[in-house]
């Protein structure tokens, strides 16, 4: 199914009367129901009155074709970071009310490790249990720095989200400086152990930043912005039209 046409049974249409008689002939015509006007989407006729109207050059910017498949990608990003930022602002909060009562859980964490190897668990071995008791052995400030860093992390997430969901140009400049500043550590924790979870989170945001870089032309690439204005405008409707295809 054409992406513009599922994306308009599910937004609906977007209709324009350009004010340019000659342009204005090209995307309205008369049906036995009325008239009707090309959808600045699918480019299908829709029946009613037009949703806007005025000179050609202030239509709205619908995106379409690979704008639209664009603006998928970038809020299939958006989710995976809000998801993201949700988990890190979790981690922060259980992080910051945990640091007033660490030495206390640490008494009971070391109680309760005999208990463990009378179940088979090889405790002095165990990685998992080294982490969790250096953890509890921190200072109540230290902690505190953490759950700070980790609210921050997720903060950078979530302004990530925003403007990589409303498909604004700043979002895509921010988006690609934040996940490039974190790729040093990713790929660090992965020479350490790799796991499914760090492997997928190194590809995602490698391909992300690629993608961004090249597909919205940022930093001067691939033409920069104004060949990135300049492919949206050629597969706007009113051009297409105006050009007499």
């Not at 036995?32 to 806007?52: I, K, N, Q, T, Y």
């Not at 040093?184 to 492997?199: C, D, N």
């Not at 490698?206 to 993608?211: G, I, L, P, R, S």
């Amino acid at each position: 199914m054409d992406i513009s046409v599922l994306s308009c049974g599910l937004r609906g249409h977007v209709t324009y009367a350009p004010d340019e008689a000659d342009l204005r002939d090209r995307v309205r015509t008369d049906t036995p129901e009325g008239e009707a006007w090309r959808c600045l989407r699918c480019d299908d006729f829709v029946v009613g009155d037009p949703h806007g109207s005025g000179p050609a050059g202030q239509a709205p910017s619908v995106p379409r074709g690979r704008a639209l498949r664009d603006e998928l990608i970038m809020r299939f990003l958006a989710v995976e970071r809000v998801l993201r930022g949700l988990v890190f602002v979790a981690a922060g909060v259980v992080v910051w009310q945990f640091r007033d009562s660490r030495v206390h859980l640490r008494e009971v964490f070391r109680e309760k490790l005999p208990v463990l190897s009378q179940l088979g668990f090889n405790v002095g071995d165990s990685k998992i249990v080294h982490t969790v008791d250096k953890a509890l052995g921190l200072s109540g400030t230290a902690l505190m720095w953490i759950a700070v860093a980790l609210v921050a992390y997720a903060a950078i997430e979530l302004i990530e989200a925003v403007g990589l969901w409303l498909g604004h140009r700043w979002g895509e400049y921010f988006a690609v400086i934040a996940t490039s500043a974190f790729l040093p550590l990713e790929i660090y924790e992965i020479s350490e152990k790799v796991t499914v979870l760090r492997a997928g989170a190194l590809l995602i945001n490698v391909a992300a930043v690629v993608w961004l870089v090249w597909s919205k032309r940022l930093f001067g690439v691939n033409g920069g912005a104004a060949a990135y204005r300049a492919e949206r405008e050629t597969e706007s409707i009113l051009t297409v039209r105006r050009a007499g295809e």
